[in-house]
């Protein structure tokens, strides 16, 4: 059954486009809590993010373009139309969504302004899409080559040859800490953790896939990356190592925290400046870059990340994996003036972890810096962690 309202004046043709066109640019981006929980549910499938967005565009402009009483029974058909089997198998993740609305005016300009509006909408969002999943894909800093001389090589679990440097605590130690770097980063960059954390632990370094002198594979920022993280686990373990904690920086910390949803090797897991999930870094790197309808950008974005990298986005979601932590620490860091989080992800984060958990927001810390802003009261804060967590 289809919707038909009835021929509409050519004032209500302008004042129906320019709602229509209004509605658009207004989808603006929500609230972090809002994007946190909406990470759950974000589909894997590119078709499907449009498809969902656009639904809920219909939605809106529906409600604005006709009375209540028409609505009511547009929304009615809606239902029964996702109550039917039609769409079952056409989104990967969410069989049960899609778009509902089916109108057919009678007006043939205000179908072709419907119809440019949607050609140029689906447009946009696959061109922004396309740009915003590149930069998880291949971060501009990372390395091409795929090894050096005399790299010690680790072996992932899906065949990579991951580059690392380990070294040796200066006390006698059967503990160990993974150093994590973030995206666009190398191992050299977690020096300066390695060197306060040395005194009590073995640390072991390494180029995550795609960076620096590791094999090259495309960058999923955080899902993939985990078989990285636990390729350094194994290797600990082969040594003889019996407490294993891990410290990541961004991407590294997601995926030191999806390592340790996989593992009860991982004894302790240490974040700074982590996002709650490829969706919320999606949302705030469009937002970065102001591109308009922030929101659907992003789940286009996270939709093309998701098929060109052919992997599951959700495995490396912090927020979804910090719920399962419930038997392991974690201390979740952020800088107070990180313009490239969200402001209350590690609060998010901390509040969504159960057991032994610890929050420490660095006062003036901005990305990548709270180290060298807060200096010993975070090497303190850091090494106390451990310490009591190993």
Known sequence: MRFRPGTPSRAGRITAVAVAVSLLVGCGTSPVSSRL???????????????????????????????????????????????????????????????????????PALLAAIGLTG???????????????????????????????????????????????????????????????????????MNEYGAFLNQRYHTLAFDFRNHGA????????????????????SYLKARGIKRIGVLGLGMGGAAALAAAAQSPDVAAVATDGT?????????????????????????????????????????????????????????????????SLSGGTAQALYDAKAGSKSLYMVPGGESGTSHKVAGQAYERRVQDFFQQAL
């Open 214 to 233: 590791s094999d090259s594979a495309r960058s999923t920022g955080g899902a993939n990356e985990a078989h990285d993280v636990l390729a350094a686990v």
């Open 119 to 189: 050609g140029v909408l689906a447009g946009y969002l696959v061109f922004v899409g396309y740009k915003l999943s590149n930069e998880i894909l291949n971060p501009s800093q990372a390395s091409a080559h795929p090894s050096q001389p005399g790299d010690n090589r680790l072996a992932s679990s899906d065949g990579l040859s991951l580059a690392f440097t380990y070294v040796p605590a200066c006390e006698p130690s059967d503990r160990a800490i993974i150093l994590c770097h973030g995206q666009g980063s190398t191992k050299s960059a």
């Open 37 to 107: 929980s909406q990470t759950q549910q974000a589909p894997e499938n590119f078709y499907s993010s449009l498809g969902l967005s656009g639904d809920g565009t219909l939605r809106k402009g529906a409600s604005a373009l006709f009375s209540e009483a028409e609505f009511a029974k547009a929304d009615t058909n809606r239902d029964a139309r996702l109550s039917k089997q039609e769409l079952e198998g056409f989104f990967s993740d969410q069989p049960d969504a899609g778009l509902g609305y089916s109108f057919v005016p009678s007006d």
């Open 275 to 339: 996002y709650a999930s490829i969706l919320d870094e999606l949302t705030l790197r469009a937002k970065a870059h102001r591109y308009p309808l922030t929101t659907m950008a992003a789940r286009a974005g996270r939709g093309l990340l998701a098929h060109r990298s052919k992997a599951s986005l959700d495995a490396g979601d912090a927020l979804r994996n910090v719920a399962a932590l419930d038997k392991t620490p974690a201390l979740f860091i952020q800088g107070d003036a990180d313009r």
